[in-house]
């Protein structure tokens, strides 16, 4: 952490701790709805800004914690400790099912879903008769700790305001870590993700479910604050108001959530105050007033006030954060044994792939030994790349087998087959631009470590993560972009982002890498410095497939090639006997009928 | 539940299936063309609606106010985006296009508004005077901002929805009106079961007004235009469609079926500034369960919504709602499923 952000945290914290004493209570009751606000408008930002997946019903998940602990604190006369459980409990649950439904729902749609069930689940708290129908639930019971009633919002304060700063320190710490890296590379799609063996559906449910408990701690305050629930703060338009407090404060960052919630609250607030001295239709007047600001953000500045800070910070140049020391051998992660030289790895046996009537692969068989780069070349259309697509399960075979390492593949899904020890690279690069390339690469061994979000948002994977990333600046070093591991992987070239995906896949301690066409859009020099990174890779004991276009490029480097041509295999062998063979010379070069 | 009390269900829900029928043509027609789910779709017609109440109270409708204040940010707009472009040459023309034509509406409502008018008068200037309101909304907040994602656009419309509604309460005020039946006549179908005039002349509308959709957009060249946006901006483009005007016409021809909508219901139900959002919410069910893209389709989710809504609210009139929105999730389901998703295409909100 840098010496300025220490000061500003610190600074922060003390003039948060300190607000009570000198203020009134009635900034005091502001401050606690500031509070309260964060941590909801903190699960959007983790779930919509980071995550990529809109919640239009956020509001939804405060309503169901609130009524869960005004009900059983008021019928049932129960503890409100044990209506945080039952908030947590239900949210959870409902946050579960919901996103169990919804969150493999593509595009728009959605976001569409979101408003579907927040409507709806804000409609069903005004038709329930046991949770008091329109009217709501009054009453409700103050927490109280150690004997000590926290009736009086002074003494909420330190309550709202001490999970507040647990809540961000837990979201911080999770994003920094494994789990987080994740999470930071949902928007983009899920194959490049596929591909580390990690399942972007389960780490969007969990992002979800995170999101809705935040929410529900929110709720949880939120009746025995005010001691009074009823229907309308949960309904669409409060769902909104906090997707503008995320978008006002910078929905891409935690301090977002906090920004943005004060200066909402903060606006109308003095809106109230001030609208009606100016016109009687106060109330009216303030809501077209959010609806304005709130598309005036979206159409001036999305990044919301985060945004310019960081605009701010960027024309300063901030320096790296150091780089830990190097671990010991035997601290490193776990290395897995590769299979002996020249021994078959992988063999494919008459796979056949039809699409309708077309038939794109055709009963096409080779093997792959250990410690060689085999070429898989053909002209446009000869179904390389569907191949490809089989061999590292986007696409399942319509009939033959695969075999990796004696075991049958063709019907496993992209993360199982990442798990056998296949890592890939992307025709066209599938990086985080915004990421760094340590992060990038670090990517890679997500399955060589096993921390999950509540372990690392609690810091307890300390050990694992210096681990993960000391792997990721050796592949770093290995292919020679030591002393840039704080750059923004969009900064790249493409040559030098095609050099850092392979850098990626080697994180996940491969058996077999598999490289789609890594020379296609390269100069010539980059291709140079690819051709002898790949037999670099190839001594210290890598097997290589290349899926590739650019001739040259193959012949000089692989020990063998396979040819396919409509589908079907041509021919195999070493380069100078596939360069002689008539068969090959016809399919590029159409010879003579 | 026996058959009399089906039936009647049945036509309930038929009667409000005309309705989510135009509604939904409206949002299919705006999402295809722009990409924007257009929320504020409902308030439109709940502005026709408070407007016809208005007529036949003897008052001016405040929807002048409204459509004037629209007005006057949508020349600002367009004149701010002129002068920026330093084309100098076409600021009249943009005047007179973006302050002239919405005040024919208004000076003609402001002509009559007052006088004891014909019925049919003041319904055909009730619908004239909304019709305004989508292009000039879309002037102003949409079309400055219509290459960003259409997730931006999503938030941008609902929050649209919400400053409508809020300019509907400052003009309309929250009193609920109901109008005078469009007609007494009432049909027999069978041993004794009546068929209200009002619902045989939504249906009918609903059925007239689509039909007139279709063949705009099957035999005419705007229609043409309309769809070779729908399908591809760019190529639009390169065969010389402005996609700034198609997007115009298209929020044009919804805010006019908006108009219809509301004078339909009126009758029915009472309107108060706020009753659009639920109608335009279930119609934008059923245009999903038309993939926001097939207007047949759309047409067969009106109806459901309608039955579905109609049949619901007799086991439980409070939860009727909650049971037609709920249904959404099972039809995004089954639509996602459906649909193809190019990967690439998630990137959201910027930095």
Same mark, same amino acid.
């Given at each position: 952490?840098?010496?300025? +952000?220490?000061?500003?945290?610190?600074?922060?914290?003390?003039?948060?701790?300190?607000?009570?004493?000198?203020?009134?209570?009635?900034?005091?009751?502001?401050?606690?709805?500031?509070?309260?606000?964060?941590?909801?408008?903190?699960?959007?930002?983790?779930?919509? /800004?980071?995550?990529?997946?809109?919640?239009?019903?956020?509001?939804?998940?405060?309503?169901?914690?609130?009524?869960?602990?005004?009900?059983?604190?008021?019928?049932?006369?129960?503890?409100?400790?044990?209506?945080?459980?039952?908030?947590?409990?239900?949210?959870?649950?409902?946050?579960?099912?919901?996103?169990?439904?919804?969150?493999?729902?593509? !595009?728009?749609?959605?976001?569409?879903?979101?408003?579907?069930?927040? #409507?709806?689940?804000?409609?069903?708290?005004?038709?329930?008769?046991?949770?008091?129908?329109?009217?709501?639930?009054?009453?409700?019971?103050?927490?109280?700790?150690?004997?000590?009633?926290?009736?009086?919002?002074?003494?909420?304060?330190?309550?709202?305001?001490?999970?507040?700063?647990?809540?961000?320190?837990?979201?911080?710490?999770?994003?920094?870590?494994?789990?987080?890296?994740?999470?930071?590379?949902? +928007?983009?799609?899920?194959?490049?993700?596929?591909?580390?063996?990690?399942?972007?559906?389960?780490?969007?449910?969990?992002?979800?479910?995170?999101?809705?408990?935040?929410?529900?701690?929110?709720?949880?305050?939120?009746?025995?604050?005010?001691?009074?629930?009823?229907?309308?703060?949960?309904?669409?338009?409060?769902?909104?108001?906090?997707?503008?407090?995320?978008?006002?404060?910078?929905?891409?960052?935690?301090?977002?959530?906090?920004?943005?919630?004060?200066?909402?609250?903060?606006?109308?607030?003095?809106?109230?105050?001030?609208?009606?001295?100016?016109?009687?239709?106060?109330?009216?007047?303030?809501?077209?007033?959010?609806?304005?600001?709130?598309?005036?953000?979206?159409?001036?500045?999305?990044?919301?006030?985060?945004?310019?800070?960081?605009?701010?910070?960027?024309?300063?140049?901030?320096?790296?954060?150091?780089?830990?020391?190097?671990?010991?051998?035997?601290?490193?992660?776990?290395?897995?044994?590769?299979?002996?030289? !020249?021994?078959?790895?992988?063999?494919?046996?008459?796979?056949?792939?039809?699409?309708?009537?077309?038939?794109?692969?055709?009963?096409?068989?080779?093997?792959?030994?250990?410690?060689?780069?085999?070429?898989?070349?053909?002209?446009?259309?000869?179904?390389?790349?569907?191949?490809?697509?089989?061999?590292?399960?986007?696409?399942?075979?319509?009939?033959?087998?695969?075999?990796? #390492?004696?075991?049958?593949?063709?019907?496993?899904?992209?993360?199982?087959?990442?798990?056998?020890?296949?890592?890939?690279?992307?025709?066209?690069?599938?990086?985080?631009?915004?990421?760094?390339?340590? *992060?990038?690469?670090?990517? /890679?061994?997500?399955?060589?470590?096993?921390?999950?979000?509540?372990?690392? /948002?609690?810091?307890?994977?300390?050990?694992?993560?210096?681990?993960?990333? *000391?792997?990721?600046?050796?592949?770093?070093?290995?292919?020679?972009?030591?002393?840039?591991?704080?750059?923004?992987?969009?900064?790249?070239?493409?040559?030098?982002?095609?050099?850092?995906?392979?850098?990626?896949?080697?994180?996940? *301690?491969?058996?077999?890498?598999?490289? @789609?066409?890594?020379?296609?859009?390269?100069?010539?020099?980059?291709?140079?410095?690819?051709?002898?990174?790949?037999?670099?890779?190839?001594? @210290?004991?890598?097997?290589?497939?290349?899926?590739?276009? @650019?001739?040259?490029?193959?012949?000089?480097?692989?020990?063998?090639?396979?040819?396919?041509?409509?589908?079907?295999?041509?021919?195999?062998?070493?380069?100078?006997?596939?360069?002689?063979?008539?068969?090959?010379?016809?399919?590029?070069?159409? /010879?003579?009928? | 539940?026996?058959?009399?009390?089906?039936?009647?269900?049945?036509?309930?829900?038929?009667?409000?299936?005309?309705?989510?029928?135009?509604?939904?043509?409206?949002?299919?027609?705006?999402?295809?063309?722009?990409? =924007?789910?257009?929320?504020?779709?409902?308030?439109?017609?709940?502005?026709?609606?408070?407007?016809?109440?208005?007529?036949?109270?003897?008052?001016?409708?405040?929807?002048?106010?409204?459509?004037?204040?629209?007005?006057?940010?949508?020349?600002?707009?367009?004149?701010?985006?002129?002068?920026?472009?330093?084309?100098?040459?076409?600021?009249?023309?943009?005047?007179?296009?973006?302050? $002239?034509?919405?005040?024919?509406?208004?000076?003609?409502?402001?002509?009559?508004?007052?006088?004891?008018?014909?019925?049919?008068?003041?319904?055909?200037?009730?619908?004239?005077?909304?019709?305004?309101?989508?292009?000039?909304?879309?002037?102003?907040?949409?079309?400055?901002?219509?290459?960003?994602?259409?997730?931006?656009?999503?938030?941008?419309?609902?929050?649209?929805?919400?400053?409508?509604?809020?300019? $509907?309460?400052?003009?309309?005020?929250?009193?609920?009106?109901?109008?005078?039946?469009?007609?007494?006549?009432?049909?027999?179908?069978?041993?004794?079961?009546? =068929?209200?005039?009002?619902?045989?002349?939504?249906?009918?509308?609903?059925?007239?007004?689509?039909?007139?959709?279709?063949?705009?957009?099957?035999?005419?060249?705007? $229609?043409?235009?309309?769809?070779?946006?729908?399908?591809?901006?760019?190529?639009?483009?390169?065969?010389?469609?402005?996609?700034?005007?198609?997007?115009?016409?298209?929020?044009?021809?919804?805010?006019?079926?908006?108009?219809?909508?509301? =004078?339909?219901?009126?009758?029915?139900?009472?309107?108060?500034?706020?009753?659009?959002?639920?109608?335009?919410?279930?119609?934008?069910?059923?245009?999903?369960?038309?993939?926001?893209?097939?207007?047949?389709?759309?047409?067969?989710?009106?109806?459901?919504?309608?039955?579905?809504?109609?049949?619901?609210?007799?086991?439980?009139?409070?939860?009727?709602? =909650?049971?037609?929105?709920?249904?959404?999730?099972?039809?995004?389901?089954?639509?996602?499923?459906?649909?193809?998703?190019?990967?690439?295409?998630?990137?959201?909100?910027?930095?």
């Amino acid at each position: 952490m840098s010496r300025q +952000r220490m000061v500003w945290i610190g600074g922060l914290t003390i003039a948060l701790a300190l607000a009570p004493v000198g203020l009134s209570s009635f900034f005091i009751s502001l401050l606690n709805d500031i509070g309260i606000s964060v941590l909801v408008v903190l699960g959007l930002v983790m779930l919509t /800004g980071i995550g990529g997946v809109t919640s239009f019903g956020q509001a939804a998940f405060v309503g169901i914690a609130a009524y869960a602990t005004a009900w059983l604190s008021t019928s049932q006369h129960l503890s409100p400790w044990l209506g945080l459980v039952l908030a947590l409990v239900t949210t959870a649950v409902f946050a579960l099912a919901i996103g169990a439904l919804t969150l493999r729902l593509g !595009g728009h749609f959605l976001p569409l879903s979101t408003i579907a069930w927040g #409507l709806s689940l804000s409609m069903l708290f005004g038709n329930i008769e046991a949770l008091g129908s329109h009217t709501g639930l009054s009453n409700i019971p103050a927490i109280s700790v150690g004997g000590m009633s926290l009736g009086h919002s002074r003494d909420m304060y330190y309550l709202i305001w001490g999970l507040v700063a647990l809540s961000v320190w837990f979201c911080w710490r999770l994003l920094g870590s494994r789990p987080g890296r994740v999470i930071r590379s949902l +928007r983009g799609g899920s194959v490049l993700l596929a591909s580390v063996g990690a399942d972007a559906y389960r780490v969007r449910l969990s992002l979800f479910v995170l999101a809705a408990v935040l929410a529900a701690v929110a709720g949880w305050l939120y009746a025995h604050t005010n001691r009074f629930v009823s229907p309308s703060p949960f309904d669409v338009r409060a769902s909104i108001e906090y997707l503008l407090m995320a978008v006002a404060g910078g929905i891409g960052q935690l301090v977002g959530a906090l920004l943005g919630s004060g200066v909402v609250l903060l606006v109308k607030n003095g809106l109230q105050d001030v609208l009606p001295l100016l016109t009687q239709k106060a109330g009216q007047l303030e809501s077209v007033v959010f609806a304005a600001w709130f598309i005036l953000m979206l159409h001036f500045a999305r990044g919301g006030i985060m945004g310019f800070v960081r605009r701010l910070q960027r024309a300063r140049t901030a320096a790296a954060p150091a780089l830990a020391a190097e671990l010991p051998a035997s601290d490193r992660l776990p290395q897995r044994a590769l299979p002996p030289r !020249g021994q078959s790895i992988l063999s494919v046996k008459g796979v056949v792939k039809r699409f309708g009537g077309l038939v794109a692969v055709n009963g096409v068989s080779f093997e792959v030994r250990a410690g060689e780069i085999v070429g898989l070349i053909g002209p446009n259309g000869a179904g390389k790349s569907t191949m490809f697509n089989l061999l590292t399960g986007v696409l399942n075979k319509t009939d033959g087998q695969v075999h990796f #390492l004696g075991q049958d593949i063709s019907a496993l899904a992209q993360q199982h087959i990442a798990r056998m020890g296949i890592a890939r690279t992307f025709q066209h690069v599938k990086l985080r631009p915004h990421m760094s390339l340590l *992060d990038n690469v670090a990517l /890679g061994a997500h399955l060589r470590s096993s921390r999950g979000i509540l372990a690392s /948002g609690l810091g307890l994977n300390r050990a694992e993560e210096a681990r993960i990333f *000391d792997e990721a600046r050796r592949q770093l070093a290995r292919i020679g972009l030591a002393g840039r591991e704080h750059e923004l992987a969009g900064n790249l070239p493409l040559g030098t982002q095609r050099i850092l995906e392979i850098a990626r896949a080697l994180a996940a *301690d491969p058996v077999l890498l598999i490289l @789609d066409e890594p020379a296609a859009g390269l100069r010539r020099k980059e291709k140079q410095e690819l051709s002898e990174l790949l037999r670099r890779l190839r001594e @210290d004991g890598v097997t290589i497939l290349i899926v590739e276009h @650019d001739m040259d490029f193959v012949m000089k480097l692989v020990d063998r090639l396979v040819v396919m041509n409509f589908g079907s295999k041509l021919t195999e062998g070493e380069p100078a006997t596939v360069r002689t063979d008539p068969g090959v010379q016809a399919a590029y070069l159409g /010879g003579v009928a | 539940m026996n058959w009399d009390i089906a039936l009647i269900l049945g036509i309930d829900g038929l009667a409000s299936g005309a309705v989510y029928l135009l509604a939904g043509l409206g949002l299919v027609l705006v999402f295809s063309v722009t990409r =924007v789910v257009f929320v504020p779709f409902g308030d439109i017609a709940a502005f026709s609606a408070l407007t016809l109440a208005a007529f036949e109270m003897g008052r001016t409708p405040p929807t002048i106010g409204l459509v004037l204040v629209l007005t006057v940010l949508a020349v600002l707009t367009e004149v701010g985006s002129l002068v920026r472009q330093r084309e100098w040459a076409r600021v009249p023309r943009a005047l007179l296009l973006w302050g $002239g034509a919405p005040l024919l509406p208004c000076l003609l409502a402001w002509g009559v508004g007052g006088t004891s008018m014909s019925p049919a008068l003041q319904i055909v200037v009730s619908v004239l005077l909304v019709v305004p309101v989508a292009p000039l909304l879309a002037r102003v907040v949409l079309q400055p901002i219509a290459n960003a994602s259409a997730l931006v656009l999503l938030m941008v419309s609902l929050a649209l929805h919400f400053l409508l509604s809020g300019l $509907g309460l400052m003009f309309f005020g929250p009193e609920g009106s109901r109008t005078q039946s469009l007609t007494n006549a009432s049909f027999t179908l069978g041993a004794g079961f009546n =068929v209200s005039g009002q619902v045989a002349l939504m249906v009918a509308c609903a059925l007239v007004l689509s039909g007139l959709f279709f063949l705009m957009f099957e035999r005419t060249l705007m $229609g043409k235009a309309l769809r070779a946006t729908a399908v591809n901006r760019v190529g639009a483009r390169l065969v010389g469609i402005r996609p700034a005007r198609t997007a115009l016409l298209a929020y044009g021809a919804s805010s006019l079926l908006a108009g219809f909508i509301g =004078v339909l219901i009126a009758p029915v139900t009472t309107m108060y500034y706020d009753s659009g959002f639920i109608i335009g919410l279930k119609a934008f069910v059923a245009a999903i369960i038309g993939g926001l893209v097939s207007y047949p389709m759309t047409a067969v989710g009106a109806l459901a919504v309608g039955i579905v809504e109609s049949f619901a609210s007799f086991w439980s009139g409070a939860l009727k709602d =909650v049971i037609v929105f709920s249904l959404l999730i099972p039809v995004l389901l089954l639509r996602s499923y459906l649909t193809y998703h190019s990967e690439e295409d998630e990137e959201e909100l910027d930095q």
